[in-house]
């Protein structure tokens, strides 16, 4: 099947109409159905093969509640796993590293081979009739793409390279299959729903209000797509006007140190993916940031950022990629507080949500998954306290 046949291009011709109902952004009872439906069943961005580079390398990564590792097996191949011990649920592994051959649980010793069967149990005498064979480390579905490193927990159906289809050529004129990570990964927690940054991510249109300094910098062109499979991207073209504050004029001023590794066709801009639920990928000319949402709870939501480029940075590129830092880091502030402020906004009674622009149009595609998935979302009052996921059960089955 080809990328073309799986997904289609979203029509931009159509209304947006009407967002999720204010219950659904604080309501505990739906984040679960949520985080089954959304997360554990699409793709999840874990790494970069050069996270993991030699023999029994390994690294962990929070999807939620639910962590998972991968790492480099004896023949070389990526696999990936549940962070679970078989035996007592024990997490096997932390943070990142390389495991000595095999991987030891650190609660009573049992021991995985690195392609995740169990090799021996400490006094395994006191386990009667146990077959190792069925007691091995749960593999699950894992992708690469350009070199980054994506796992399914559940479910099946289209590839990762499918969900981008066409857009997969940026990655590859960017070059990402060989990128390294280059800065440290930041985390924060927000006070919001998942749901509130996810869908501040998809819209520019609060970027000339909410982001006086991106504004400076940039434009929105009018190249860009959303396909169904949930991937969207947008070109922003920097402009040539020189910014009044320090940081911006001197990015301004380096950015042409980047340009000669990548086509004309993308100097000069920022390009921005996301990939429903929770992915943003953003890509500059010095530098690759991958903005995650780990959803903590309903009204709690911790943001990963985590930063990928070229081996071989000149010392123009590692300034270029300081400043981009510099100019970037107000603007996440800026997402975060006005993120809270919607939170809270939509908690207050009797809220009832304004339209949708077409500049928002993202969002109502978004939403219009999440209704096609969890149809109780679709309601607009909340199922009485208890009642979510049994009316929820309810309309799927009648679907
Ligand atoms: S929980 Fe891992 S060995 Fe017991
Ligand atoms: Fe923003």
């Known amino acids: 099947m080809t990328n073309e046949a799986m997904f289609y291009e979203l029509n931009w011709d159509e209304k947006p109409g009407a967002p999720l109902a204010p219950w659904t952004y604080s309501n505990p009872e739906l984040f679960e159905l949520e985080y089954e439906a959304l997360f554990l069943r699409r793709w999840q961005l874990v790494g970069h093969v050069n996270d993991l580079p030699q023999v029994g390398d390994f690294i962990t990564h929070d999807i939620g509640r639910d962590n998972i590792f991968v790492v480099r097996g004896k023949d070389e191949q990526l696999r990936a796993f549940k962070n679970v011990c078989r035996h007592r649920a024990s997490r096997v592994l932390e943070g990142s590293g390389t495991c000595n051959g095999v991987i030891r649980c650190p ?28 007691h091995g480390l749960h593999e699950i579905q894992l992708e690469q793409f ?7 927990l559940k479910g099946k159906g289209a590839s990762v390279a ?56 940039v434009r929105i062109s009018d190249v860009g797509a959303t396909l169904s499979s949930g991937v969207s991207f947008g070109e922003f073209d920097l402009r040539s006007k020189p910014s009044n504050v320090a940081a911006e004029r001197e990015y301004q001023e380096m950015v042409e140190h980047a340009q000669a590794r990548i086509p004309e066709e993308i100097r000069n801009k920022w390009v921005q993916f996301g990939l429903a639920p ?25 943001i ?26 107000p603007i996440n502030d800026e997402d975060q507080q006005l993120c809270a402020r919607v939170q809270q906004g939509l908690q207050t009674h009797g809220y009832t949500p304004g339209p949708l622009s077409y ?3 993202d969002i109502y595609h978004f939403h219009e998954m999440i209704r096609e998935l969890i149809p109780v979302a679709a309601l607009k009052k909340s199922p009485l306290r208890g009642q979510v996921a049994a009316k929820n059960f309810e309309l799927l089955a009648s679907h």
């Open 162 to 217: 499918e969900h981008f289809g066409d857009t997969g050529r940026y990655f590859e004129m960017y070059g990402v299959a060989d990128y390294v990570q280059c800065m440290e990964t930041t985390t924060q927690i927000w006070n919001c729903n998942w749901k509130v940054a996810w869908d501040n991510y998809l819209e520019n249109y609060h970027i000339a209000i909410g982001h006086p300094g991106l504004s400076r910098l």
């Open 146 to 152: 350009h070199g980054f490193l994506f796992v399914r």
């Open 107 to 134: 609660y009573h010793g049992w021991i995985y081979q690195l392609d995740g069967s169990l090799m021996a149990i400490p006094k395994n005498e006191n386990f009667e009739g146990i077959d190792k064979a069925d």
């Open 304 to 329: 990963r950022a985590t930063y990928y480029g070229h081996q071989d940075p000149t010392p123009e590129e590692e300034e270029l990629r300081r400043l981009n830092i510099r100019v970037n880091a």
């Open 278 to 302: 929770n992915l943003g990928i953003d890509l500059y000319p010095e530098l690759l940031d991958i903005f995650q949402l780990i959803p903590l709870s309903h009204d709690k939501t911790m």
């Open 359 to 361: 500049m928002e149009m």
